[in-house]
């Protein structure tokens, strides 16, 4: 065990963060996803719901600030425009957080074109649909 340390954040996890780069991109997706099938370096949390990993990982994780949109979900298919119940836990948990930059929106297919070129993939128990976000790592400055 380690002192601050969420205890969803696990030793596989820990190691995929610290070793993402600058703008190296990690995939949190829910249950129905085809993380198996994509992922290059697969994480399996699946008792694990969207939003307590999601707080987690940017209680450790720096978003990229020199990107405009360094956070990505799903759109809903049909309803481009919609906000899912999961993408608006999302956006409280990254307002929470500290962040307010905007979301990036992506189709169904570039979503999973861009969680297949992910640093990793974590897939999550989350049942709700469209629980899917990416997120770019920023620079840790002293």
Not at 38 to 67: C, E, H, K, M, Q
Not at 116 to 133: D, K, L, S
Request: avoid cysteine; charged fraction near 20%; hydrophobic fraction near 45%.
């Amino acid at each position: 065990m380690l002192l601050g340390l969420d205890p969803l954040l696990t030793p596989d996890l820990l190691h995929a963060l610290a070793s993402m780069g600058h703008g190296d991109e990690i995939a949190l997706v829910d249950a129905n996803f085809p993380a198996a099938a994509f992922a290059r370096r697969l994480i399996r949390l699946d008792g694990v719901d969207g939003n307590a990993l999601l707080s987690a990982v940017l209680s450790v994780l720096p978003l990229d600030n020199f990107v405009e949109r360094p956070v990505s979900t799903m759109q809903v298919v049909g309803e481009p425009d919609a906000i899912p119940p999961t993408v608006a836990d999302y956006l409280e948990i990254l307002g929470a957080a500290g962040s307010t930059t905007p979301i990036d929106p992506l189709d169904r297919f570039d979503f999973y074109d861009r969680a297949q070129n992910a640093y990793a993939i974590v897939i999550t128990g989350e049942r709700r649909p469209y629980g899917n976000i990416l997120l770019r790592k920023g620079v840790v400055f002293d």
